[in-house]
Nanobody, 111 residues
Framework: QVQLVESGGGLVQAGGSLRLSCVVRGSSFSIDTAGWYRQVPGKERGMVAAISKGGDTYYVDSVKGRFTISKDNAKNTLYLQMNSLKPEDTAIYYC?????WGQGTQVTVSS
């Protein structure tokens, strides 16, 4: 059974930064792709960024140049560094890996 546990969300002012972390148990980010998704009430969950097992990265256009996805395979941890945050980045952020999801962490950006 794969378990994913996110942390690092919180309340931040526009222009600020947060770093999300996701620890995996029962698997490794070295064997398959992992990604960060976000969801706001009433809307579908959408991908924000992804990283392949080899380290190739993908970003949705709205976060390019502001967010950075990375991982530490030795620590079984996935990261999302979020800079220059905007109110429209407010959402619950989830990490995903091999069809499994974490419980989510709330990110709120005030204007």
């Amino acid at each position: 059974q794969v378990q994913l546990v996110e942390s690092g969300g919180g309340l931040v002012q526009a222009g600020g930064s947060l770093r999300l972390s996701c620890v995996v148990r029962g698997s490794s980010f070295s064997i398959d792709t992992a990604g960060w998704y976000r969801q706001v009430p009433g809307k579908e969950r959408g991908m924000v960024a992804a990283i392949s097992k080899g380290g190739d990265t993908y970003y949705v256009d709205s976060v390019k140049g502001r967010f950075t996805i990375s991982k530490d395979n030795a620590k079984n941890t996935l990261y999302l560094q979020m800079n220059s945050l905007k109110p429209e980045d407010t959402a619950i952020y989830y990490c995903a890996h091999r069809g499994f999801w974490g419980q989510g962490t709330q990110v709120t950006v005030s204007s």
